[in-house]
């Protein structure tokens, strides 16, 4: 049975700040997903990550995949406000993660 | 493109009682996922669709089953109703079984009172 461990599960930042959410998974999966959930709201898409080495940057987040390791980052550079929301990662796409949820002080 | 939508968006039932919550894929979506999302347990997994056939099932009492008709819009139907079934229902869709990013609808909002 997939298992996904996120850490951390609460994030508390300033702004400007750079950070890395991880995520560890327990079998072997070639591809995983990033998405963002804001208060009261469904989940959006943010990263696709289809293999080993792969990644993916959009603004100031930026999602790798290592396979061997069944290791996931999303690394926020220079966090702003408006990147307050709660991540998941979810490989092989139904299974997820506990979710890190950040909250980014002004 | 019309996205996921969900119907209804909020829901109060009784213990006991059943309830039907129904999904809307993006159009040529064939593939329809569910989920269970509460603070305590986060968001799993109940069921996976794909032309008419569940191709994956969470971990989730028989009370908790779906189906998914020939357009593609599904159905999840919970009975006899505990109070932690409360919780918030998503339902997500993706063109094919087990590929590509899923896109979720805005859930409905289930209060077991």
């Known amino acids: 049975e997939l298992k996904v461990e996120q850490n951390p599960l609460f994030l508390s930042m300033q702004e400007g700040k750079n950070y890395t959410i991880y995520c560890n998974y327990s079998?072997?999966?070639?591809?995983l997903y990033w998405y963002r959930q804001d208060p009261g709201k469904s989940l959006e898409s943010l990263f696709v990550?289809?293999?080993?080495?792969a990644v993916k940057q959009e603004g100031r987040l930026m999602a790798s995949l290592d396979t061997k390791a069944r290791l996931s980052t999303l690394h926020i550079t220079a966090a702003v406000h408006d990147l307050s929301a709660t991540y998941f990662c979810?490989?092989?796409?139904?299974?997820f993660g506990k979710g890190t949820r950040l909250h980014i002080l002004p | 493109k019309a996205g996921v939508t969900q119907t209804p968006r909020y829901l109060i039932k009784t213990r006991g009682q059943q309830v039907t919550l129904s999904c809307s894929p993006i159009?040529?979506?064939?593939?329809v996922s569910w989920y269970q999302q509460t603070p305590g347990q986060g968001l799993q997994f109940l069921f996976e669709?794909?032309?008419?056939?569940?191709?994956n099932k969470g971990n989730f009492p028989g009370r908790f089953s779906g189906r998914q008709f020939s357009n593609s819009r599904s159905e999840m139907n919970v009975s006899t109703l505990e109070l932690g079934d409360s919780a918030l229902y998503l339902c997500?869709?993706?063109?094919?079984?087990?590929?590509?990013?899923?896109?979720f609808g805005p859930g409905t909002r289930l209060l077991v009172l």
């Open positions: 159009s040529g979506h064939r593939s």
């Open positions: 669709y794909f032309s008419e056939t569940q191709r």
């Open positions: 997500a869709s993706y063109p094919m079984t087990g590929q590509g990013t899923q896109y």
């Open positions: 990550l289809l293999s080993n080495g």
């Open positions: 079998t072997t999966s070639d591809r």
């Open positions: 979810a490989p092989t796409g139904i299974i």
